[in-house]
Structures are given as C-alpha cells and as structure tokens.
C-alpha cells in the first residue's frame, strides 16, 4: 500500500482510544490479506508500542518469543532472561518494567491472536482475569488481532467469551471500496481498472500483487492460471484457515460458482437435504465470503422465498465460477487448450462484477436520490440491474449495465421503462433511469439526456453526480 488514506476511519478509531484515559482494550479483525497489521504498525509509529505476532509454536515457545519482544521493545534484556512458570508471571513483569521506562500510555498488540488460543484454549481467560485485576485500570492500550473470523469472534465477542463486553472498540475491515483501486494501478484507464477489481476485489494484498504485471490479462494468467502463480491456491488457503469444516464448504461454493443459488439448488447438486445446508451457509455469511440476495422490492426480506446466494468476494467467484472447473488441465499446464473455453466466462465474470460497482455507486448517491435501499429487482421474466426504493417502496431509480464493445442507445432506455410498465411496478413520477456502460453512449442518447433530466448516462464510476432534482415527487404506475 502506498499510503494510508484508504484506511482513515479505522486509524482514527484507534488514535481517540490512544486519547482516552486508564486501559483501553481493541479487537481487530477480518478476513486475510486486508491489511490489518499494516494498519496496527501505521498506528504504531511514533507511539511506545509492543507488537507481537504470534505463530503456530509451542506455548512455551510463544512465552519465550513474547517476551523477547517484549525485552526489545521496553530496551529491558532482563525480561527475556527469566523462565516465566505462567502467562501471569510474563504479564507482572512485564508491567513492572514498563512503569519503570515510560508514564506514556503504550501499547500492547496481539496479533494472529487465535494462534495463541489454539496452543492455549485458556489464554484468553488469562487476558480476561488480567485484565479485570490490572490493564483496565492502568495507562494502556491491548490490541488482540486476527484473521480468522470465526475464532476471534468466538474468543473475544461471543456471549460465553471469557472476554465478552470487556472491548472498548471492535473495528472490523472489511475489502477497500472500488474508489480506492486508482492508488494502486495509477495509469490505468477505468477499462483495464474495473476488469482488475474482478479479479482482486477490494483486497489489498491482491491489489499489491497487480502492481506487478502489464494489465488484466497478464496478471490474471500469471497469479491465477499458472500452478505457480501467487493466487493459484489461495482458494483452499483462505478455507481450510477459516473454516473447521472447509471440504463442505468448498463443495457449497463450487455449487454457487456453477449457478446454483437457491438452497434447494444447491442443496440438489451436494446431495444433501436442504436443511443441512443452514449452518454452512450462515458460516460463509459470517465470513462474508456469501450473501443472500433477495428482489429490492420485497416488503419482507428475510422471509422471501426469492432469496438467492452469491458468492460475495470477486476473487472466490472468479476461481469457483470460472477457474476451477478447469483445475486438471492448469495442473497439467495445459491452458493453451482452455483459453478459448474460458475468455466468455471471464467476460461474464467481469460483467458481473461491473453491475455490483453500478450498484455500489448508486448506494454512495442514496440520499441524493431519497432511495432507502438498493439492489438488483427481478421476477421470472425480466431483470433491472440497477433498482433504488424510496422509503413508501417505490422505485426511484432504475439502471442498466452492459459491459459490451458496443455504445448503449435509445433502445436500451425504452426497454428499460417498458420492463416497470409491463409489470406495473411501482414507480415514483421523477423515477431517474442511470445507464452505465463499458463503450459509452451514442449521440442520440447523449442529446436526450441533455433534455431529460431523468436520463443519467454514467461516463466513469469515479465521477459525482449533478444535483438531482425531483426526489420528492408523486408516484404514478
């Protein structure tokens, strides 16, 4: 990462923690490869600090490790001389020779938490009893940080967690938004751009990764088709680190890559029964590596029987959907073989990918279009891509995307509004119509819009809005 602008908000959070008085206690989580130690050693800097990362060693080993970084840090070689019986003799001398070198709040950061509680189950009520009796009432700062999501939130924020309401702040970090790609591939148009976030999403590390390369194409080949590129089996990497149960979850993921959305679908190409499938599904929801879509348009969301999941990470929807189905011939190093095969589905990929930015953009500009939600509207026999609901549920806003060589024209407009009209859906009198496309918009469609302020033809998913008119006004059908 290039600089830290990308992440102001969780900096931040940590930065007026810093400020408070007494102990202060942070948890930090979330996926891998999002950056949450560079974002702890950016806080860090300047700051009196004692940074531990924690590895998959022996508990004494990771005593031992402890407090040599702890010697280090505090410039005290007498702490990493002894042999500590317990966790708690490790954390009193590590007290007392803090009080001795600075009055400054400092601060304590544990990360790859879940490695230490995999080695110790009970360290976690350890941090617990310590902290109760001592760091809540003294001048520092402990971080407990993690990539696993499931076990941090089972060690730390569950209500049977020894440490449950002990938190003062809890940042998760999620993906970086579209907006911010442009500090990572600086002197690409927005083309080559939208095509790189199908393929690294909002993930940092990935970002990183694309720095290396000579565009999408190169780089999709280079770390995700060649057995030795970097993302090759990042897939299997992120489960099996995630998930206790990866094989189900996997096969779950592999069936949504393939179409299958419906429980009853995916539940069909697993061979399970359908009820089977709940706990897997709100595993992959709490990862955030799915969701569940549902019509905009439905009044009860969560009891829809329209509910649809999809795989919700570009990069997990790239190899399920399109990669791995040709796994034997990339082991073989046959993509040559492939390559025709899989250009149309990495071009349905990108498509896909394309619409949820449109979406994404739509939701930054939600007020200014008085919509309360936005999502994608469909039933058996149309699909608007791009649909906004005012709060009475009336549509707003209705877009399309093509993602095609070809400019969007008049046609595509008119079938937009005769979808709404065919199916009597409700719609607000000023309801706007965005279209967003790949290869711009012909000159018939650019005149009207000129004359029609409803018509907003989007040119670049980085540019603002004009001021919107007529959010307020009365329904017709």
Known sequence: MNNFSNRKAELDQLQNLYRREKGQFAIV???R???KTRLLKEFCISRPHVYFMADRAGEQSLKKSLAITMAASLDEPLLQTVEYPDWYDLFAAFDRFRHQQTEKKIILILDEYQYICQVQPAFSSFIQKWWDEHWQHENILLILC???TSMMY????????????RATAQILLSPLSYSYIKEFLRDYAEDELIQCFSLSGGVPRYLELLQQFNGFSDALEGLVLQQSGLLYQEARYLLHEEISSPHTCWSILQAMGGGAGRVSEIAAKLGLPANQLTHYLELL???FLIYREVPVLEKNPAKSKKGFYQVADPFLRLWFGTVFPYESFLEFGQLDMIRERLEPQIQEHISWCFKQLCRDYVRQHAMQFNCLKVGRQWARNYEIDVAGVTADGRLNVIGECKWSRKKVGISVLKKLDMVVKENNLPITQDCKRMLFSRSGFTDELTRMAQQDTRIIPVKSLFTSLPRVRG?????RR
């Open 29 to 31: 989580y979330g996926r």
């Open 33 to 35: 490869r999002l950056g």
């Open 146 to 148: 993690g990539s696993v």
């Open 154 to 165: 089972k060690e730390t924020m569950a209500a049977s967690a020894p440490l449950y309401g």
């Open 285 to 287: 929801r709490d990862l």
């Open 471 to 475: 959010v307020h006004s009365q329904s």
